[in-house]
């Protein structure tokens, strides 16, 4: 079963807004349900929104001068 959207941001724990976003991107794969020309509707498989998520996933600082100046 695919998610809308308000379900996939409940899942993820994101806004709508960024999911939305993402979708416009081309980041995170979806379907977008509708006619031609017309908005339609936007569904995201479960396995394409965890797929996506653990892509997100950082294990190590990116930066290479230490941490961020205004944590201390």
Known sequence: MKLNVKQAAVRAGVSESLLYQLCSEGR?????????????????APDDLDAFMESCRVTEPPYEDGPLKHIR
């Not at 794969?29 to 509707?41: M, V």
């Open 28 to 44: 995170l794969p979806h379907y977008r349900l509708g006619g031609r020309g017309r908005r339609g509707k936007i569904v995201i």
